[in-house]
């Protein structure tokens, strides 16, 4: 008996018992459609997380005063501030390159008679200008990028070409509104994928903090460093500097110097323990399933005592009924694990596409890769083959003389 028999029987066997198989393989594509969804809207998420800090290399640190701070741009709010001194200080630690005071303010934006709310932030002048346009990777799409003396003059991020917006794309040479001043735009970013940038209102130091700043707080201080092999030394030497600085004992810091990339870590291990936990409940969906399949192999093959009699009875081999019935159950898991992959899919796209509209935010994604599906699909298909190993040797066991006595 070929295998392409043993797979049609198989088939036929189980469109017999339609309502059986479908409720057989329910717990199958629920846990399979659970890891779908959950695993590749969390591995979305992070891929836009990561997108986000992406434009920073590791060679990178970034200073921030601790507290809580709920809304609003990093280090506003908190209890002690960073102070634009500590930069001048900071510049002074071997090792580092450039430290740039990092200045982020919210307002109101207009263009078009249709006002938003956004951010800016500064990019800083003279000899530091160049060193921190390569560290950020700046480039624009239209007209240039800042230079020394543009006094009411900004760059802005590629999302404001987007005539969705306000109503009409933002050109070069349009003249905006930024919390009552008006701003000539000189030039567009290239876009870049991340909301930093995208989003982004950019004018020179001395103009934000003349125009819009009445202290001399800095929201957070950014540290490029010289060798990429010294930024365990230069992050010990800046947190030290700072904790003499700050008057706070080693425990007790009111501030954070972190690289993107270990904040980047941090993030990942709390979403790899959502997911995994997520896993867990779906992988005891699974074993449900599995035991699902189980029972509907057993109970088929007391059905089918007489005939399995009847098979052995005109020559069939133990192995050719275990391999019928071995097939069943691994063609009940693939079914079940490909509506379960389709549905999954399906749930995380729908999912991520609630969650933009809900947030108006471009986060949410979702990223079913190939590899989760096929995996996925293996899986579903070793959860049936194992449940039905056992009703399967069952079968090919049965003593022919007493399956053909065997009365429904």
Known sequence: MAILDFFSYSIENL???KLRSWLTMIGIFIGIAAVVALIGLGEGLRGAITGQFGFLGPDVLAVQASGLNFAGPPGQAVVNPLTKDLTEKIKS???????VNRYIETGAFEFNDIQDIVFAWNVPENKER??????????VSQGRLLKDGDKFKVVLGNSFTDEDRFGKPIQVGNNIIFEGKQFEVVGILEKKGSFIFDTAVIMNEDVLISEFKD???VNAIAIKVNDLKSIGNVKRNVEELLRKERGVKEGEEDF??????????????????VQLFISIIAFISLVVGGIGITNTMYTAVLERTKEIGIM??????????????FMESGFLGFVGGLIGVAIGVALANLFAFAGRQA????????????ALVFGSLLFSVIVG?????????HASKKNPVDALRFAK
Not at 93 to 99: F, H, K, L
């Open 15 to 17: 469109r017999h018992r």
């Open 93 to 99: 630690i071997p090792g580092v390159d450039i430290a």
């Open 130 to 139: 160049s060193k921190f346009e390569k560290m950020l990777n700046l480039k």
């Open 215 to 217: 202290d001399d707080s």
């Open 256 to 273: 954070t110097v972190q690289s993107p990339e270990s904040a980047l870590e941090s993030l990942d291990d709390v979403l790899f323990g």
């Open 312 to 325: 052995k009875s005109i020559g069939a081999r133990n192995s050719s009924i275990f391999t019928l019935f």
């Open 359 to 370: 947030l108006g935010s471009d986060l949410i994604k979702a990223d079913v890769s190939l």
């Open 385 to 393: 083959l194992i449940a039905g190993t056992v009703p399967a040797y």
